[in-house]
């Protein structure tokens, strides 16, 4: 999401005024109060005008987070409450976007945080400014550069812990993208006297107790290095340890941004040996040694020290001592060398030291620049920031040279400040068109003159002093400045010509005192005139030069006796003049930006703020002259839009909006608010206000009239705020109604269609079934066409083409099975053919079923034509005989139980052979006939049953019953009389001939008679009535019968007799009507 806008500034929020400008009254007072109240709400940044003013908070705050960075990120410089991040991003906008090469100047004393201020400074620019791989590398190097310049240049201090001692000018550069390229460093005047001594309470450089601490023991051996900081006497032992600094850890970190910004490994190995040559160097003790001559002379101590050192730096170890031993010195053609005595001894020692270090340090400074310049020759945008020690004032007149040179280029930075503030004011006003009235301010050239006048400045006295032949001291040179300064009127001695301080008891003799800006500062003059010369005997550098450590060798590149320079090197006083002249020539080219840096307390403590001390710093700042400056003409000034924006809600015309310009609007409000018109100005962009009280009053006004708009908003906010609430509710509702509404009709609609669809359903269901029963009759009726014409078709075709086809084959096949089964089957029958006897039952099994009835047929068929067989072999005879037999079959068979006996019996018919027994001879002779039947039989006696034999005979016409003795005939009955033959069902051979009614032979009845041959007989009988009469006679098988006798019909009956008559029947006569005959 797009961060929201919103229009601030400077004056929202206040705690106390942000700017000092606005401060109203200005005094001192009021202005020490501001910053204190400030501070105690832990707003340690103030401005004046585009001045921050910072006051060391000795504690993290949390302010300078990645957020903030982006808070201040391309925000005006007023927006905000007042921050480094805003004069950074300011300058470097200004740098990328107006093309204006900047520099940032850092100041304050000792321990108020420059150093911070200015790592600030870059960090910020290095995390707004572009980004990617390349441009990453160099952000890293000019920030690694940091760690590594500290740890050589740093030391811990009674007021600071990590404070600087030397002076730090870098520039960086960007291209017009506003990437970094690189940067160059510059670094003033390193504070070499360090090395040798320190004052109580302090430690020397950093790097010595670092390397100590942190190297393995491996590299420390190397370095032929101890531990123990106690075995070095350049390291003073009352502080070695610093509260919260990890010195081992910190060496690490050195090592590491060496590495990061492009040491060699072999570089770094030879700076720590330098460094350790200077410790070591520091141990070598001399003694004194008299000689023959008087002079006096000086030796080495212990010289196992030397032949380190010289061991580390591959120097001739009887060269070095021979340069602690003698001071050669060389004029015109000629060379006078002295013996030196222990003390000059010690100064040559502690002053290779020095100078060994302190160039060492400016090669690291090359070193840096050379890895960190920028690689491309396209024209550089360049942002200087400058890290410069501040005004030192000690107490006590301690200040000696080093605060005269560190002073006298804080002069010469407060003047450039003066000059290009004004410069820039001016600039603004004539930019604006607003007159340029006069502003009253001290301006400081006089001081500067007074130091760096070529003729009179008191850098040119001392450079005299030093140069001059003769006796040469310190009290020489404060002579000289008593006669050449004393009547410049910043400058102050006891012993001046003038008479000013005669009597002044605070001014020690040997002390002289100038009027600086920020206040009178009492300079010691003992050790200016050999600070100045910083003198290094010959010898040594020549020695140096020697040495085969090729660091050491290019440090001394003067010890070369080919180059050499009989001319004496510059002095400390006036390299420093002309260092800070070409760093003002080059800051003159810049816009500046000041951080004035001022520290609260002496503890280090966090949250004391002693204003005694504070005092004392805004004053030597000139800050309060500062704020002079800057409000001399007018102490507020805005472009017209944001001042616009900022106050157009207290006239009706420009609220809420200002269609015209800005300038206008801005003139309409501030005669609407009847601002009285000497207070303001207005200039082409901006508006100037002259005193803060008119700004204060617009802004108290535009506070109430916030408040009222507030209530406005909220109330205009509450009622949007109910009205959309409503609006909302109102759609909420009408949406819910319509969903339920089309729920509910969807429901019903459901519904509906869900009936509408069942009754369809039933209705095309009925349909359809009405349908498909019209088209499945239609179809079987096509079906049944089709099938009947298929079939009629198919029977023609099969009727035409039968013959081709297959189908006959079956039957083919079906009827050859068959024929040959059936030939088989003849084949076989006849083979097992039984006898021609029709008596045989036998007959071969069926072979199959399906001839079953063929089988049997054959049977029958066969047995046909066996009998028939049988029956062709008859004689005439036979076959009569057989024919009677077949009679009687015919008329006996299953009627009478007599009958199955008689079949086996042959029909002889004449049983008695009347014609041989000559006693039937008359019987014969009485019957001319044939004899059909003659036989004996019983006849039965009609009144009490009893048998008579009587002879039976049969001829062609009648029936005789003849007396069996005599053969009489007694009855002779015409064949045509016989109406009926009766016999019983039973196996009794009785039998009765009924007579026709009327007959002659009927008078006396029908014949009982009895046979056994019963079958015979009748049958006989029968067959010769039917031969005569053509008459069927007939035979009635009854149990039962009527028999007429005379007169009387009696009932012959048959019933079951017992055996006790053997098996002859017997006939008894039970009364007129019954006879019985029981057959057993
Ligand atoms: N903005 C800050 N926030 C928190 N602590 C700070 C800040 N500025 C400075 N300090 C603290 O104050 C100490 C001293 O600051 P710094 O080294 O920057 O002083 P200096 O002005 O460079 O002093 P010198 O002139 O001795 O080098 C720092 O080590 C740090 O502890
Ligand atoms: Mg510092």
Same mark, same amino acid.
């Given at each position: 999401?797009?961060?929201?806008?919103?229009?601030?500034?400077?004056?929202?929020?206040?705690?106390?005024?942000?700017?000092?400008?606005?401060?109203?009254?200005?005094?001192?007072?009021?202005? *020490?109060?501001?910053?204190?109240?400030?501070?105690?709400?832990?707003?340690?940044?103030?401005?004046?005008?585009?001045?921050?003013?910072?006051?060391?908070?000795?504690?993290?705050?949390?302010?300078?987070?990645?957020?903030?960075?982006?808070?201040?990120?391309?925000?005006?410089?007023?927006?905000?409450?007042?921050?480094?991040?805003?004069?950074?991003?300011?300058?470097?906008?200004?740098?990328?976007?107006?093309?204006?090469?900047?520099?940032?100047?850092?100041?304050?004393?000792?321990?108020?945080?420059?150093?911070?201020?200015?790592?600030?400074?870059?960090?910020?620019?290095?995390?707004?400014?572009?980004?990617?791989?390349?441009?990453?590398?160099?952000?890293?190097?000019?920030?690694?550069?940091?760690?590594?310049?500290?740890?050589?240049?740093?030391?811990?201090?009674?007021?600071?812990d990590n404070s600087s001692r030397f002076g730090k000018y870098m520039d960086i550069e960007f291209d017009f993208k506003g990437d970094p390229l690189g940067g160059v460093i510059s670094n003033y005047l390193l504070e070499k006297s360090r090395v040798v001594k320190q004052p109580r309470g302090e430690r020397n450089f950093h790097i010595f107790y670092q390397i100590l601490s942190g190297a393995s023991e491996d590299?420390?051996?190397?370095?032929?290095?101890?531990?123990?900081?106690?075995?070095?006497?350049?390291?003073?032992?009352?502080?070695?340890?610093?509260?919260?600094?990890?010195?081992?850890?910190?060496?690490?970190?050195?090592?590491?941004?060496?590495?990061?910004?492009?040491?060699?490994?072999?570089?770094?190995?030879?700076?720590?040996?330098?460094?350790?040559?200077?410790?070591?160097?520091?141990?070598?003790?001399?003694?004194?040694?008299?000689r023959v001559n008087g002079l006096d002379e000086s030796k080495i101590k212990d010289k196992n020290e030397l032949k380190e050192i010289c061991e580390l730096t591959g120097i001739d170890q009887s060269v070095l001592e021979r340069a602690f031993s003698f001071r050669t010195v060389e004029a015109k053609q000629e060379k006078v060398s002295t013996t030196l005595n222990v003390a000059q001894a010690y100064y040559a020692r502690d002053a290779l030291a020095k100078n060994l270090y302190s160039r060492l340090f400016s090669w690291l400074v090359t070193r840096i620049n050379e890895s960190i310049k920028a690689q491309t020759k396209v024209r550089k945008k360049v942002m200087?920031?400058?890290?410069?020690?501040?005004?030192?004032?000690?107490?006590?007149?301690?200040?000696?040279?080093?605060?005269?040179?560190?002073?006298?280029?804080?002069?010469?930075?407060?003047?450039?400040?003066?000059?290009?503030?004004?410069?820039?004011?001016?600039?603004?006003?004539?930019?604006?068109?607003?007159?340029?009235?006069?502003?009253?301010?001290?301006?400081?050239?006089?001081?500067?003159?007074?130091?760096?006048?070529?003729?009179?400045?008191?850098?040119?006295?001392?450079?005299?002093?030093?140069?001059?032949?003769?006796?040469?001291?310190?009290?020489?040179?404060?002579?000289?400045?008593?006669?050449?300064?004393?009547?410049?009127q910043h400058f102050e001695s006891r012993m001046s010509k003038c008479s000013r301080f005669l009597n002044d008891t605070t001014l020690p003799h040997s002390c002289f005192r100038i009027q600086h800006y920020a206040g009178k500062v009492m300079y010691q003059v003992e050790g200016f005139v050999d600070k100045n010369n910083d003198l290094l005997y010959r010898d040594l550098s020549q020695a140096m030069w020697k040495a085969s450590h090729s660091l050491i060798k290019a440090l001394f590149?003067?010890?070369?006796?080919?180059? *050499?320079?009989?001319?004496?090197?510059?002095?400390?006083?006036?390299?420093?003049?002309?260092?800070?002249?070409?760093?003002?020539?080059?800051?003159?080219?810049?816009?500046?930006?000041?951080?004035?840096? *001022?520290?609260?307390?002496?503890?280090?403590?966090?949250?004391?703020?002693?204003?005694?001390?504070?005092?004392?710093?805004?004053?030597?700042?000139?800050?309060?002259?500062?704020?002079?400056?800057?409000?001399?003409?007018?102490?507020?000034?805005?472009?017209?839009?944001?001042?616009?924006?900022?106050?157009?809600?207290?006239?009706?015309?420009?609220?809420?909006?200002?269609?015209?310009?800005?300038?206008?609007?801005?003139?309409?409000?501030?005669?609407?608010?009847?601002?009285?018109?000497?207070?303001?100005?207005?200039?082409?962009?901006?508006?100037?206000?002259?005193?803060?009280?008119?700004?204060?009053?617009?802004?108290?006004?535009?506070?109430?009239?916030?408040?009222?708009?507030?209530?406005?908003?909220?109330?205009?906010?509450?009622?949007?705020?109910?009205?959309?609430?409503?609006?909302?509710?109102k759609k909420s509702q009408i949406v819910i109604a319509a969903w339920f509404r089309r729920y509910a009709q969807q429901k019903k609609y459901q519904k509906i269609k869900s009936s509408a669809i069942i009754v369809q359903s039933y209705i095309r269901g009925w349909k359809a079934r009405k349908l498909l029963r019209e088209l499945k009759h239609q179809k079987r009726c096509n079906e049944a066409a089709t099938i009947i014409a298929a079939y009629w078709h198919g029977t023609q075709v099969r009727r035409e083409y039968r013959k081709f086809f297959r189908a006959n084959a079956g039957r083919k096949i079906y009827e050859f099975t068959l024929q040959r089964l059936m030939q088989k089957y003849f084949l076989e029958m006849k083979k097992k053919m039984p006898s021609l006897s029709p008596i045989d039952k036998n007959w071969p099994a069926r072979p199959y079923l399906f001839l079953d009835s063929t089988h049997k047929e054959l049977k029958r068929i066969f047995h046909l034509w066996r009998c028939k067989k049988y029956r062709d072999q008859f004689t005439d005879q036979q076959k009569l005989i057989y024919e009677e037999k077949l009679e009687a079959s015919e008329l006996f068979k299953d009627k009478k139980a007599l009958y199955?006996?008689?079949?086996?019996?042959?029909?002889?018919?004449?049983?008695?052979? *009347?014609?041989?027994?000559?006693?039937?001879?008359?019987?014969?002779?009485?019957?001319?006939?044939?004899?059909?039947?003659?036989?004996?039989?019983?006849?039965?006696?009609?009144?009490?049953?009893?048998?008579?034999?009587?002879?039976?005979?049969?001829?062609?016409?009648?029936?005789?019953?003849?007396?069996?003795?005599?053969?009489?005939?007694?009855s002779e009955v015409p064949l045509g009389d016989v109406t009926k033959v009766s016999m019983s069902s039973q196996n009794d051979g009785f039998f009765a001939v009924h007579l026709k009614e009327g007959s002659g032979a009927a008078s006396k009845g029908d014949f009982l008679l009895s046979s056994d041959h019963l079958i015979e007989m009748a049958t006989k009988l029968y067959r010769t009535t039917l031969s005569q009469t053509k008459q069927k006679l007939n035979i009635e098988i009854s149990d039962e019968f009527l028999v007429q006798f005379r007169q009387d019909k009696v009932c012959v009956k048959f019933i079951q007799g017992s055996q006790k008559n053997g098996n002859v029947p017997t006939c008894k006569r039970k009364n007129n009507r019954l006879l019985e005959v029981a057959v057993p």
């Open positions: 999401m797009a961060k929201m806008e919103v229009k601030t500034s400077l004056l929202d929020d206040m705690i106390g005024v942000g700017d000092m400008v606005l401060l109203e009254p200005l005094n001192e007072d009021s202005f *020490i109060n501001n910053l204190k109240k400030r501070f105690d709400h832990s707003e340690v940044y103030t401005y004046i005008g585009s001045v921050v003013i910072s006051i060391n908070p000795y504690r993290p705050l949390p302010i300078y987070t990645p957020e903030k960075v982006e808070e201040y990120r391309n925000r005006n410089f007023y927006e905000l409450s007042p921050h480094i991040f805003a004069l950074s991003d300011e300058a470097y906008r200004s740098l990328r976007d107006q093309d204006k090469d900047q520099c940032i100047l850092i100041t304050g004393e000792s321990g108020a945080g420059k150093t911070e201020a200015s790592k600030l400074v870059m960090s910020y620019v290095a995390a707004v400014c572009g980004k990617g791989a390349e441009v990453n590398q160099v952000k890293e190097q000019l920030l690694q550069s940091n760690p590594v310049l500290e740890a050589f240049g740093n030391a811990k201090t009674v007021r600071n590299f420390l051996c190397k370095l032929k290095l101890e531990r123990d900081f106690s075995r070095y006497n350049y390291l003073g032992l009352d502080s070695a340890r610093v509260n919260g600094v990890d010195d081992a850890a910190n060496f690490r970190t050195v090592r590491n941004a060496m590495q990061i910004v492009g040491f060699m490994d072999h570089e770094t190995q030879s700076v720590f040996e330098v460094v350790a040559a200077v410790l070591k160097l520091g141990n070598i003790e001399f003694k004194p040694e008299s200087g920031v400058l890290d410069i020690y501040g005004f030192e004032i000690f107490e006590n007149a301690d200040n000696s040279f080093e605060q005269f040179i560190i002073n006298y280029c804080n002069e010469k930075l407060q003047q450039i400040f003066i000059e290009l503030t004004l410069k820039e004011e001016q600039e603004e006003y004539i930019r604006e068109g607003i007159e340029w009235t006069h502003i009253e301010y001290f301006n400081n050239a006089i001081i500067c003159d007074l130091i760096e006048n070529n003729q009179t400045g008191i850098l040119a006295m001392l450079d005299e002093e030093c140069l001059r032949p003769g006796t040469v001291t310190d009290d020489t040179f404060l002579e000289k400045l008593n006669q050449v300064c004393a009547t410049h590149p003067e010890g070369n006796p080919a180059k *050499i320079n009989l001319k004496r090197p510059p002095t400390a006083g006036s390299q420093f003049k002309a260092s800070v002249a070409t760093l003002m020539k080059n800051l003159q080219t810049k816009n500046p930006n000041y951080i004035r840096c *001022i520290k609260p307390n002496d503890k280090k403590a966090a949250h004391i703020f002693n204003d005694a001390l504070v005092c004392h710093q805004i004053r030597y700042l000139g800050l309060l002259e500062n704020v002079r400056v800057r409000r001399a003409g007018y102490a507020f000034r805005q472009a017209y839009e944001p001042c616009l924006e900022r106050y157009k809600m207290l006239c009706k015309q420009t609220w809420p909006h200002w269609r015209g310009p800005a300038r206008t609007g801005v003139e309409v409000l501030f005669n609407e608010l009847e601002i009285p018109e000497e207070e303001f100005s207005f200039g082409r962009s901006k508006i100037f206000i002259r005193n803060p009280r008119t700004l204060f009053k617009l802004e108290d006004l535009r506070k109430q009239r916030l408040e009222d708009l507030a209530t406005l908003i909220e109330k205009i906010y509450r009622g949007w705020k109910c009205r959309t609430r409503f609006l909302l509710m199955p006996a008689s079949v086996g019996q042959p029909f002889q018919g004449a049983y008695l052979e *009347i014609s041989k027994n000559p006693k039937y001879k008359k019987l014969k002779d009485a019957v001319d006939e044939k004899i059909i039947i003659a036989e004996v039989v019983n006849k039965i006696n009609r009144a009490n049953g009893k048998a008579t034999s009587r002879i039976f005979l049969l001829t062609k016409n009648n029936v005789l019953l003849a007396d069996q003795k005599s053969g009489n005939i007694k």
